[in-house]
């Protein structure tokens, strides 16, 4: 005989809420991201699930960062950037990499010249707090969509939580207006960087595909 399954399970969130969730960093991945073939950029995705507050316990969420450049891409049309999918050149990486550095400082890692699989290691199951946000979707302006607005360190001064109207509207799937919640205090600047040893640049092998969710 089978074990009695609860009544009043709770209902699957189909986005995060609004509010500040403490998430765990779970892994990061190389490869190519993008929606089709012909928009595929090199990037990072972040696997991350959250853990506070306890209404939002769980849920799993990829956070990706999109280093290479399309030429299609509005800064190569206006001239301030090259065309780089691979994101091969340092100059490329030194504009792409500003919101993924602002991500590893909250969580407590600086990243500049250092290896990239040393960053992701060093990443790997720390916390941190965003700040979740509800967008409307470009395509469809019915529907919103979670976004994190901001990256902090967790005890920055913000209490985790999200309001109760956000997290219905999560469940239900209808939005829910942006919860403005308390000023964050400014996360502490981080160390000035070692200047990293000279040396040949490496040969990046071809990153699989990533998920395009």
């Known amino acids: 005989m089978g074990f ?3 009544v009043g399970i709770q209902e699957p969130f189909e986005k995060l809420p609004t509010g500040y969730i403490v998430f765990n960093i779970d892994g990061i991945e190389e490869g190519m991201l993008g929606f089709k073939e ?6 990072w995705q972040v696997a991350l699930t959250a853990e506070e ?4 316990t769980g849920i799993t969420r990829e956070e990706k960062f999109y280093l290479g450049v399309r030429e299609t891409d509005s800064r190569v049309t206006n001239g301030k950037l090259k065309a780089d999918r691979n994101a091969e050149d340092p100059e490329t990486l030194k504009k792409t990499l500003s919101r993924f550095k602002a991500f590893a400082m909250a969580a407590g ?4 010249g250092k290896d990239h699989e040393v960053v992701f290691s060093e990443l790997k199951n720390r916390k941190i707090m965003g700040k979740v946000v509800h967008v409307v979707g470009k395509d469809d302006p019915t529907k919103t969509y979670a976004q994190i607005d901001r990256w902090m360190p967790v005890g920055s001064g913000v209490e985790p939580h999200v309001t109760e109207e956000a997290a219905q509207a999560a469940r239900t799937g209808k939005p829910a207006p942006a919860q403005a919640g308390p000023k964050p205090a400014a996360p502490p600047s981080a160390a000035p960087p070692s200047a990293p040893a000279a040396g040949p640049a490496p040969v990046r092998a071809m990153p699989k595909r990533l998920g395009a969710r």
């Open 53 to 56: 507050p306890n209404a939002v």
């Open 4 to 6: 009695q399954i609860p």
């Open 109 to 112: 890692v600086e990243i500049e």
């Open 38 to 43: 012909d928009d595929l950029v090199y990037g």
